[in-house]
């Protein structure tokens, strides 16, 4: 890293260091039910099921890829973003809960229904097991956790972030009607951000 | 000239009263102008037909030359060209030709249809739609006895359609009937809603409409329709055979592969609406199952 990047990463971080991370989860419930207001009041068009059912899952992508971007970006450019990196995934866990529940309690209504649909749509079915994949994480994602844990246990439970957002991801691509360019450009990101770890992790084996 | 189906509208339904009032009045004028073979209300008709609001159906719409989104439609169509608007119809017609949008309706009554509109994607709408028998227009270009198909092509405007420029599916798009559909009464094509001319995100100037198949198969702003004697392709088809058949009727025993048609969403209802169960053939199936007597609707999907 050139030396000018270095301070100029360097002033970001003490600037970072000031600002909290509890905004992240303040901003986050305040967008949900902004959402949820439009959607009550026309907001989001005639169909407000579907919306916020789509727009609940969108978030909740995006904010786990920018999950994904914290490790790299510190790697290339020495910006520190970990300290946000619990509040990006634990709302990220509350975008996907508040999706599956839209889909659950507004659309489908009905426990046979959930159920026939989870085991009959592959799209659902890998939709839901992601779902299931981030519980645990969103269950652990306290200091108690990683202390009774142990750090490193804790990480490799943590890894299943990884199986999860790529689940994500085939699940947008697999509900999509046709073949527009958004759920495309979200794998490839993903696929991407996930290739870089583990070039990563080969190099970190290769050189121990 | 046609009125050969009447409205299964139950008038007590309809909310508002200067409307309801309007309804009765029209109905009452469909009786006295009914002509033998009308067809008579079918019986899942005793459901309450609402008609959504022309908000709702100018404003939630699949039109994919204008983008992927249900808003794009409405937010581009104003560019489209619809005036003077003209349909060229050829293939094994007695007089092929074009015809402009005056001739294709000159001498027939304009009628209001209020049709379920049921889309693939398990969403639905009522519509009252004003427009003309499809069979009636194809009488005026005189259909020869070896044809079997009526083919549709929609306009292709890629100044104005940012669809069309990105090519996100194949365009123009088209689509396709049996002849024997398209000459069923309930077949119509569509000049206008609510007594108003056709929105352009509705498939201004004039569209198909066939209330029992999935909202795709009623191709909006046509230019062109061809008399054939083979299946012509159509084009969700083309992108997905295994989803969207020739036929896609709708039929809530037959799931789409990813997803179930047994029910849908009715537009409109809100955040807290039920999802209603989707009828057989849309609720037309006492018109319309004798056209597909001794098929397995399982296959021919
Ligand atoms: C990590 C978990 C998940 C992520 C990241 C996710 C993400 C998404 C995204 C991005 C969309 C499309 C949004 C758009 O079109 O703009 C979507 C749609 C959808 N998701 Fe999920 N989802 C997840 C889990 C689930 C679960 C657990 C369910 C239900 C069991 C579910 C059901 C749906 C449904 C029904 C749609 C809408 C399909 C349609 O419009 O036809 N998803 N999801």
New binding site residues.
């Given amino acids: 890293m050139p030396v000018s990047q270095q301070s100029l990463s360097r002033s970001i971080n003490a600037t970072l260091r000031r600002v909290p991370a509890w905004p992240i989860y303040i901003i986050g419930a305040a967008w949900a039910g902004w959402l949820f207001y439009l959607g009550l009041t026309g907001g989001l068009g005639p169909e407000p099921i579907?919306a916020l059912?789509?727009?609940?899952?969108?978030?909740?992508?995006?904010l786990?890829v920018a999950g994904l971007f914290v490790t790299p970006l510190r790697t290339w450019t020495g910006v520190n973003l970990v300290k946000f990196r619990r509040a990006l995934g634990l709302t990220?866990?509350f975008?996907?809960l508040a999706?599956?529940l839209?889909?659950?309690v507004l659309?489908l209504r009905s426990l046979a229904r959930?159920g026939e649909?989870?085991v009959k749509?592959p799209?659902?079915?890998?939709?839901?097991?992601?779902?299931?994949?981030?519980i645990p994480l969103a269950l652990t994602s306290n200091n108690i956790s990683i202390k009774r844990l142990g750090a490193a246990t804790w990480r490799k439970l943590h890894r299943l972030t990884y199986p999860?957002?790529l689940?994500?991801?085939i699940?947008?691509i697999w509900?999509?009607?046709g073949y527009p360019i958004?759920?495309f450009i979200?794998a490839a990101v993903i696929v991407g951000l996930l290739l870089v770890r583990l070039r990563w992790t080969r190099l970190r084996s290769a050189t121990a | 000239m046609a009125h050969r189906w009447k409205n299964d509208l139950t008038p007590n339904e309809v909310t508002p009263k200067g409307l309801w009032l309007n309804r009765r009045a029209m109905m009452a004028g469909l009786g006295a102008a009914a002509v033998t073979g009308a067809m008579p209300a079918s019986r899942a008709s005793a459901q309450a037909l609402e008609p959504n609001t022309l908000e709702e159906i100018s404003s939630y719409n699949n039109f994919y030359e204008f983008g992927w989104n249900k808003t794009d439609p409405a937010d581009h169509a104003h560019a489209m060209v619809t005036s003077p608007w003209s349909i060229s119809i050829d293939g094994m017609v007695d007089r092929p030709g074009t015809y402009t949008l005056e001739q294709l309706l000159e001498g027939l009554d304009i009628e209001e249809r209020i049709y379920r509109f049921r889309c693939v994607?398990?969403w639905s709408m009522v519509v009252p739609w004003n427009g003309v028998e499809l069979a009636d227009v194809l009488a005026k270009a005189g259909v020869q006895s070896s044809a079997r198909f009526v083919a549709f092509e929609t306009t292709v405007q890629p100044d104005v359609m940012p669809g069309v420029r990105g090519r996100i599916i194949p365009f123009p798009y088209v689509e396709g009937l049996r002849l024997d559909e398209a000459q069923h009464p309930l077949t119509m094509l569509a000049t206008g809603i609510y007594g108003d001319p056709m929105p352009k995100q509705n498939g201004a100037p004039i569209r198909l409409v066939v209330p029992w198949k999935y909202g795709f198969k009623s191709i909006k702003s046509i230019v062109r329709i061809t008399l054939t004697d083979e299946q012509p392709p159509t084009t969700w088809n083309r992108l997905n055979a295994r989803e969207y058949g020739f036929y896609s009727n709708v039929n809530p025993t037959v799931d789409h592969p990813r997803?179930s048609q047994a029910s849908e969403r009715k537009i409109g209802g809100g955040l807290f609406a039920r999802r209603q169960d989707t009828l057989m053939f849309n609720g037309y199936e006492d018109q319309v199952a004798s056209l597909y007597a001794g098929m397995d609707l399982r296959e021919d999907y």
Avoid: M
Wanted: hydrophobic share 55%.
């Fill in positions: 579907n059912e789509r727009r609940y899952g969108e978030v909740a992508l995006q786990l990220a866990f975008y996907v999706h599956f839209v889909w659950a659309d959930i649909e989870i749509r799209y659902i079915t890998i939709g839901f097991a992601a779902f299931l994949l981030l999860a957002v689940l994500g991801a699940h947008y509900l999509v009607k958004e759920p979200y | 994607e398990a997803w």
